[in-house]
T-cell receptor, first 114, second 115 residues
Framework: AQSVTQLDSQVPVFEEAPVELRCNYS??????LFWYVQYPNQGLQLLLK??????LVESINGFEAEFNKSQTSFHLRKPSVHISDTAEYFC????????????FGSGTRLSIRP | KAGVTQTPRYLIKTRGQQVTLSCSPI?????VSWYQQTPGQGLQFLFE?????QRNKGNFPGRFSGRQFSNSRSEMNVSTLELGDSALYLC???WGTGGVSLEQYFGPGTRLTVT
């Protein structure tokens, strides 16, 4: 069975600083990978996804994540964060054979200091 | 296009009772998935329905059940409620169940409190 580990439960950073949210997964088969974001008092939104092809995927608001098969990682990065990026970020994985069964990590709370 | 809607948004029930939650997917979406979110366990997959058939199921007891109607609307039912069932229940819809069709859109959730 697949699983997802988000190594940091909380990440505090200063505004305009770079950030990396770490995610490792475990699966014996090919997977799809996702990052979701949950803003305070709001529902989950898909930030970006890796299905196939280029291992570097980008979101419209400056985040990017790189699929590393050898290290089974899918870390999320942003070169310069903004106050509005304050949210909880969830890494998730699903196996190709049951793609709609998405397994989430425990989440990383990103707090931005001015 | 309207988003995923869930009703009710908040619910308070007593231990031992049963509850039914409803989810209306985005128009045209045929897949509906349910998740439970708690501070202790995080987000956990409950089950997924596609074209009125349960396609995937998580590791929850049989007290948790669901169904999907021909218009893709879905309901989930929890019988014999326990205090530990207090959670935010999230519904997500997608057009399909695999590959590029697998982009799930989440509703705002139903906050269930069991007393």
């Amino acid at each position: 069975a697949q699983s997802v580990t988000q190594l940091d439960s909380q990440v505090p950073v200063f505004e305009e600083a770079p950030v990396e949210l770490r995610c490792n997964y475990s699966s014996s088969v090919s997977v799809y990978l996702f990052w979701y974001v949950q803003y305070p008092n709001q529902g989950l939104q898909l930030l970006l996804k890796y299905l196939s092809g280029s291992t570097l995927v980008e979101s419209i608001n400056g985040f990017e994540a790189e699929f590393n098969k050898s290290q089974t990682s899918f870390h999320l990065r942003k070169p310069s964060v903004h106050i509005s990026d304050t949210a909880e970020y969830f890494c998730a994985v699903s196996e190709l054979r049951s793609a709609s069964k998405i397994i989430f990590g425990s989440g990383t709370r990103l707090s931005i200091r001015p | 296009k309207a988003g995923v809607t869930q009703t009710p948004r908040y619910l308070i029930k007593t231990r031992g009772q049963q509850v039914t939650l409803s989810c209306s997917p985005i128009s045209g979406h045929r897949s509906v998935s349910w998740y439970q979110q708690t501070p202790g366990q995080g987000l956990q997959f409950l089950f997924e329905y596609f074209s009125e058939t349960q396609r995937n199921k998580g590791n929850f007891p049989g007290r948790f059940s669901g169904r999907q109607f021909s218009n893709s609307r879905s309901e989930m039912n929890v019988s014999t409620l326990e205090l530990g069932d207090s959670a935010l229940y999230l519904c997500a819809s997608s057009w399909g169940t695999g590959g590029v069709s697998l982009e799930q859109y989440f509703g705002p959730g139903t906050r269930l409190t069991v007393t």
